[in-house]
């Protein structure tokens, strides 16, 4: 399995689509994060992210097992059976990731998209500038 992921970038890149396509969210305010039980497939997916250039943090340990919550969908209590581990960014990974991996779900893409552009400091303008550079040729005359 692993040859088969590790082939090409592109195959890289479509595993990790998958992943933090099942696995992943996007806040506005921290960006893009991976969550998973299984301590081996976050390490996994940390190595693959650093040969794309795509730096993270973690894994850190977010939910103990053992620990009970309340499901919000339908208000029972449970209790965890596993540790929960989560992998995140950088602000400036977030936009090489926006770039070079994505969601192919839109909303999560939409809100990347908005994170990007709420967070300029951090590369959300970059997105915005190679399209206004026909627009200044023009102008300036080069």
Not at 18 to 40: A, K, M, P
Not at 126 to 136: E, G, K, M, V, Y
Request: proline share 4%; hydrophobic share 30%; aromatic share 12%.
């Amino acid at each position: 399995m692993r040859k088969s992921i590790e082939h090409c970038d592109q195959c890289k890149q479509a595993f990790l689509r998958g992943v933090f396509d099942s696995e992943g969210w996007v806040t506005l305010y921290h960006g893009v994060s991976v969550c998973n039980t299984d301590i081996t497939l976050i390490k996994y997916v940390q190595n693959l992210m650093n040969t794309l250039g795509i730096p993270t943090s973690g894994p850190y340990l977010c939910r103990n097992r053992g620990k009970s919550f309340i499901s919000p969908t339908n208000g029972r209590t449970y209790q965890r059976k596993k540790d929960y581990y989560v992998l995140t960014m950088s602000s400036k990974a977030n936009l090489t990731y926006y770039k070079k991996v994505g969601f192919s779900i839109n909303r999560k893409q939409r809100k990347l998209e908005e994170y990007l552009i709420k967070r300029p400091a951090y590369g959300g303008l970059q997105l915005t500038l190679p399209s206004l550079f026909p627009i200044l040729k023009s102008v300036l005359g080069y």
